[in-house]
């Protein structure tokens, strides 16, 4: 069974509008963690946002919130106020605890394009 | 800042060529991984080493093997390279701890022909 799921293959947004990437995944575990990338395509991978399932509060990185819902094994990213250099590749993964190897699993991608 | 260098943004080799995608890591960092991206699958870990001369196997090692002779180097090897290894490869490297996010190279975008 799929580990991270991401059920959106592509969206299309308009500039400036707010933007949410959906990703559920699924562990037995107690303690891992949850990681955001952005791919633009140039192909480098950038880390944008990190949640942890002890924390309390949802993570934010500046225009990045991390919306978390950990009954419904959901983390969902958000983009407040998108501009065009937010099209990109966005990949949801999870940190296991049990990994003692720090392995990210992976979600297979939403591709973002925003509208002028 | 932290870098990590992959020798080349791109490659097209002739099948059955034997191949070598190079990653260097200025971090000191005791992981590194390669991953392999396809359209539609995310990404897929071939390997990774979480020290010299130590490798274990990811999810699809066949076909390729690794070097880590060094802590900054980590070599993936496609010792007879085939069109069904065209793909995006990315290297990564990451520190200890739980939390510690990892850091990615440029890509390489192989093409087997």
């Known amino acids: 069974a799929q580990k991270i799921t991401q059920t959106q293959p592509g969206m299309f947004v308009q500039e400036k509008e707010a933007v949410t990437l959906d990703c559920t995944y699924d562990t037995s575990d107690q303690s891992y963690g949850l990681f955001w990338y952005k791919q633009p395509s140039s192909g480098e991978m950038i880390f944008l946002i990190y949640q942890g399932s002890y924390d309390e509060q949802n993570a934010t990185e500046g225009r990045y919130s991390l919306n978390f819902q950990k009954a419904r094994k959901s983390a969902n990213l958000v983009i407040s106020a998108s501009q065009l250099g937010d099209s990109a590749m966005y990949f949801c993964a999870m940190r296991e605890t049990m990994d003692s190897n720090y392995q990210l699993i992976w979600g297979a991608g939403t591709k973002l394009i925003i509208k002028p | 800042d932290v870098k990590v260098t992959q020798s080349s943004r791109y490659l097209v080799k002739r099948t059955g060529e034997k191949v070598f995608l190079e990653c260097v890591q200025d971090?000191?960092?005791?992981?590194m991984f390669w991953y392999r991206q396809d359209p539609g699958l995310g990404l897929r870990l071939i390997y990774f080493s979480y020290d010299v001369k130590m490798k274990e196997k990811g999810d699809i090692p066949e076909g390729y093997s690794v070097s880590r002779e060094k802590k900054e180097r980590f070599s993936l090897i496609l010792e007879s390279a085939s069109t069904n290894q065209t793909s995006m490869y990315l290297c990564?490297?990451?520190?200890?701890?739980?939390?510690?996010?990892?850091?990615f190279g440029q890509g390489t975008r192989l093409t087997v022909v």
């Open positions: 971090m000191d960092h005791e992981n």
């Open positions: 990564a490297s990451q520190g200890g701890g739980q939390t510690v996010k990892a850091f």
